[in-house]
C-alpha cells in the first residue's frame, strides 16, 4: 500500500521509492473501521498494530526525545534503515566543513528497492569496485552508478543511481526499466540529516575505508593510493 500511495512521488512510477522521505502516508490512513476483519483482498491494520507501526517508524528515544536508532523509513532494507547511513554521511559532512570536501574521499549513492547488501524489487547488481578503482588509480571520481537487475541470468533493468541527495527520474518517457530514461533531478523533500542521537559520536574519518552496500545505498570511500616506493 506504501508503495501504491507513494511510487510516484520521485517523478517516476516504476515500482520502486526512490525518495522516501516524500511519502508522508501514515499507518493510520489503513486502519480497520470498526468490525472490520483485515483480508488479502482488503488489508487494514487494528489499533494495536497502528500504534506499533506508528512507534517503528519514529524510532526509539530517551526521555528527552533523542535518537537511539533511526525509526524504519527506508528504500527496503528490512535489517538497516537508510536514515542512519544518511545521517552518518550527513555528520563527516559537518566534520570535514561541507559536501565540497567530503566528495573528495566519499560519496553516497542510494539503491530504491534493494534490500540488505542486495536483492529486493529494485536493481541490486552493479560494479562498485571499478569505480573506486577509476577513482584511486585514473582520478575518475564517480558521480553515478549504472545499476542492473538480473533475473534468471538475464537483464530485465538497467537504472543509474547518482550521488546523494540526487535521484533517478525518468524525464524522456522512456521505458523505466531503461537507464537510458534517466536524468538526475533533486528529490522533491529534502531531508534534514542532522539527527539529534542520545549519544553523538564523531564519525571515523579514515581514507583507507572501502566500499560498502547496505541499507540500500552504496558508499565509496576513496583509499589512500599507495606510494610507489611505500609497502
Not at 109 to 117: D, W
Amino acid at each position: 500500500m506504501v508503495v501504491t500511495a507513494c511510487d510516484g512521488l520521485d517523478g517516476t512510477k516504476d515500482g520502486l521509492i526512490a525518495d522516501p522521505f516524500a511519502c508522508s502516508r501514515q499507518p493510520r490512513s489503513i486502519e480497520c473501521a470498526p468490525g472490520q476483519t483485515s483480508t488479502a483482498a482488503s488489508f487494514c491494520l487494528t489499533a494495536e498494530q497502528v500504534s506499533t507501526v506508528t512507534k517503528l517508524y519514529r524510532g526509539p528515544a530517551d526521555s528527552h526525545g533523542r535518537l537511539l536508532y533511526p525509526g524504519w523509513h527506508g528504500l527496503a532494507d528490512p535489517a538497516i534503515s537508510p536514515v542512519g547511513t544518511i545521517a552518518y554521511y550527513q555528520a563527516v559532512q559537518n566534520f570535514m566543513g561541507g559536501a565540497a570536501r567530503t566528495s573528495d574521499f566519499a560519496r553516497l549513492f542510494m539503491l530504491p528497492g534493494v534490500g540488505h547488501c542486495g536483492g529486493g524489487d529494485g536493481p541490486d547488481s552493479f560494479n562498485g569496485l571499478g569505480a573506486l578503482v577509476d577513482w584511486v588509480e585514473q582520478g575518475q571520481a564517480p558521480t553515478s552508478l549504472l545499476t542492473g537487475k538480473v533475473v534468471n541470468g538475464q537483464v530485465t533493468q538497467t537504472q543509474p543511481v547518482y550521488q546523494y541527495p540526487l535521484i533517478a527520474v525518468d524525464t524522456t518517457g522512456g521505458p523505466v526499466t531503461q537507464a537510458s530514461s534517466y536524468t538526475p533531478q533533486q528529490p522533491p523533500v529534502s531531508f534534514d540529516a542532522n539527527v539529534k542521537w542520545a549519544a553523538p559520536s564523531a564519525p571515523a574519518t579514515s581514507r583507507s575505508a572501502a566500499g560498502s552496500a547496505e541499507s540500500g545505498s552504496a558508499a565509496l570511500a576513496k583509499p589512500a593510493r599507495p606510494s610507489r616506493h611505500g609497502r
